[in-house]
């Protein structure tokens, strides 16, 4: 069995130039939740080898995947975010201050009420990909991003 967590999303910083529709749904789902590691040193004092914890590595990867709306409000958003930073025909990167957002993801109980949640910091869009329905089936069109975040903080939990 796999669990899904439900999320609703909010950007709290937008990318530079990329249009957020605040009356979109930004309900989402994942498998995971956000995590982190902290780096062990190792301590050698007279040949016996002890450790003591290190420096937090907060950086992961995050995947959500949202259900697309009928005028796919979606993808042209993650469209957007995802060329602006990269331009193809110049060859050039965007800033880095232009290409991250802050993303605020409230976990959601099977009511639909807030339990808790986390603030993404720093998070770059590093791929999406899109359902491909093959016109087999009446499935609704979803939406899967892979987030990197720099750092996350827990709220109300």
């Known amino acids: 069995i796999i669990t899904t967590y439900d999320w609703d ?4 910083k937008e990318p530079t130039g990329v249009t957020i529709d605040r009356n979109l749904n930004y309900k989402c789902t994942t498998t995971t939740l956000p995590k982190g590691a902290s780096d062990m ?3 050698a004092i007279r040949g016996h080898k002890i450790w003591q914890p290190g420096i937090f590595n907060y950086g992961e990867n995050f995947s959500l995947t949202f259900v697309d ?3 796919l409000g979606i ?6 975010w995802f060329e602006k930073q990269w331009s193809y025909d110049s060859g050039s990167q965007a800033l880095n201050s232009d ?3 802050d993303i605020k993801i409230m ?3 099977r009511q639909n009420s807030n ?3 986390y603030i993404l910091e720093h998070c770059y869009l ?3 990909s899109l359902q491909d329905l093959q016109g087999e089936n009446s499935a609704v069109q979803t939406v899967t991003i892979n987030i990197h975040y720099d750092r996350y903080k827990t709220e109300n939990i």
């Open 9 to 12: 999303l909010v950007f709290t």
């Open 41 to 43: 040193i190792q301590i």
């Open 69 to 71: 709306t009928k005028d």
């Open 75 to 80: 993808q042209k958003m993650v469209k957007q």
């Open 99 to 101: 290409c991250y957002a």
């Open 107 to 109: 976990q959601l109980d």
């Open 115 to 117: 339990i808790g949640g």
């Open 126 to 128: 590093q791929d999406f």
